[in-house]
């Protein structure tokens, strides 16, 4: 059974580094064709891709965030961890982690609860 | 980028009906798309996946299908726990890009 789950601050403050821990179980990540990603929903808003890392320690990011977001893994703590600096309020957002498989591109089957974190002063 | 871009933005329906969901890729994707449902408060659960294959434990109800550009996500006999927002998903090309979402409401 693949479950996921984000840990993390729920608030931080304009221009501070965020750093999200997504602890995993019921799979490995140095399986060949699997990875992590991170996904984030603006309250009332749609979902947006931002971050993920491969089994092979491949990395991908989101263009328009790319200078913003580190991501990388622990595989023998079965974690992976999302830094972005320079917070802003419009960063705002449930923020998620999910396993996927690789095709073409990330095929996100198992997702984490999500966490919160909001962007206040 | 790939847009993906769905319709309806919203919907109703009654207990009992049938409703279909589109998804338009601003080009080509093969097949490598996937639909969500999504609840509030809770995270996206992945239905159908490769455009037109069930996720293990989702209901024969949904169904998908298409290719290239052109999608639709198909709800059979709503009952009321399939009242939640859609979501479609494109993992052709980086980077991966979501639709806007559509709004399943109770008639």
């Known amino acids: 059974q693949i479950t996921l789950k984000e840990s993390g601050p729920t608030l931080v403050k304009p221009t501070q580094t965020l750093t999200l821990t997504c602890t995993f179980s019921?799979?490995?990540?140095?399986?060949?064709?699997?990875?992590v990603g991170w996904i984030r929903q603006p309250p009332g808003k749609a979902l947006e891709w931002l971050a993920l890392?491969?089994?092979?320690?491949?990395?991908r990011y989101s263009p328009s965030l790319k200078s913003r977001l580190t991501i990388t893994k622990d595989t023998s703590k079965n974690q992976v961890v999302l830094t972005m600096t320079n917070m802003d309020p419009v960063d705002t957002a449930t923020y998620y982690c999910?396993?996927?498989?690789?095709?073409?591109?990330?095929?996100?089957?198992?997702w984490g609860q999500g966490t919160l974190v909001t962007v206040s002063s | 980028d790939i847009q993906m871009t769905q319709s309806p933005s919203s919907l109703s329906a009654s207990v009992g009906d049938r409703v279909t969901i589109t998804c338009r890729a601003s080009?080509?994707?093969?097949?490598?798309l996937a639909w969500f449902q999504q609840k509030p408060g809770k995270a996206p659960k992945s239905l159908i996946y490769a455009a037109s294959s069930l996720q293990s434990g989702v209901p024969s109800k949904f169904s998908g299908s298409g290719s290239g550009t052109d999608f639709t996500l198909t709800i059979s006999s709503l009952q009321p726990e399939d009242f939640a927002t859609y979501y479609c998903q494109q993992y052709n090309s980086y980077p991966p890009t979501f639709g806007q979402g559509t709004r399943l409401e109770i008639k």
């Open positions: 890392i491969y089994w092979d320690d491949d990395k």
């Open positions: 019921g799979f490995s990540l140095s399986t060949s064709g699997v990875g």
């Open positions: 080009q080509g994707i093969s097949n490598y």
């Open positions: 999910a396993h996927f498989t690789a095709v073409a591109g990330p095929e996100f089957d198992y």
